[in-house]
């Protein structure tokens, strides 16, 4: 008598599957890139408006200026502020609005295939590493900082490390079996521990003034 196949067998291991892992663990992915997308948009909308404002009245002092530590108009009038030859919050503006894109598109179950995936974190990549670069200029040259600058650092950490995540453990970036297992496990750990040395840099740069 021929075997007749199980299908509830051929059912397991499809959902198994790596290739399928991404339909049904992304709209925690999804949420976590509207959230953090909307922040930085934020962020760089009120960036954008107080530097017209400062371009339209060198005396504008803009409302995140507090003290001579949390100063956001020392950051709009620095060179570093328009490094592209505009200002910055500008890129940001269109950057952190592809990523709410893509967080809808995924709570409306899309699917995207490896190089897509591969592109966006590439694009969080140069994001995260820009914001690395603002964050050195902020606390050791300008010797200033943006609280709006602030909120789009954290949102571009999280973000980039999430999406690395996803790939990781789907297989869309190659990684050995205990990498994948602590992604699976503990992902948050790593944003919450590149959040906590910026801020230790930031508190140990102006200890004196915090401690006044």
Request: proline share 6%; charged share 10%.
């Amino acid at each position: 008598m021929p075997r007749q196949s199980d299908p509830t067998r051929h059912s397991e291991s499809s959902v198994e599957s790596p290739r399928t892992a991404p339909e049904s663990c992304s709209l925690g992915l999804a949420l976590l890139l509207v959230i953090t997308g909307a922040a930085g948009l934020l962020a760089a909308w009120v960036i954008t408006i107080d530097k017209f404002k400062l371009l339209e009245d060198p005396n504008f002092t803009p409302g995140c200026s507090l003290n001579p530590v949390v100063s956001c108009g020392n950051i709009m009038k620095s060179a570093q502020a328009s490094v592209f030859g505009f200002p910055n919050p500008m890129l940001g503006l269109a950057a952190y609005a592809v990523v709410i894109c893509v967080g809808m598109s995924l709570l409306g179950r899309a699917r995207f295939p490896r190089w897509y995936w591969l592109t966006f974190n590439a694009g969080t990549l140069f994001g995260v590493g820009f914001c690395t670069w603002l964050q050195f200029q902020s606390l050791y040259r300008i010797n200033s900082l943006c609280l709006w600058c602030c909120l789009a650092w954290v949102a571009t950490i999280v973000m980039f490390w999430y999406v690395t995540s996803f790939n990781v453990r789907n297989g869309f970036l190659p990684a050995p079996s205990w990498l994948r297992s602590f992604f699976g496990e503990f992902t948050w750990v790593v944003p919450v521990l590149h959040v906590g040395i910026i801020g230790m840099l930031i508190l140990t740069r102006w200890w004196d003034f915090w401690t006044s």
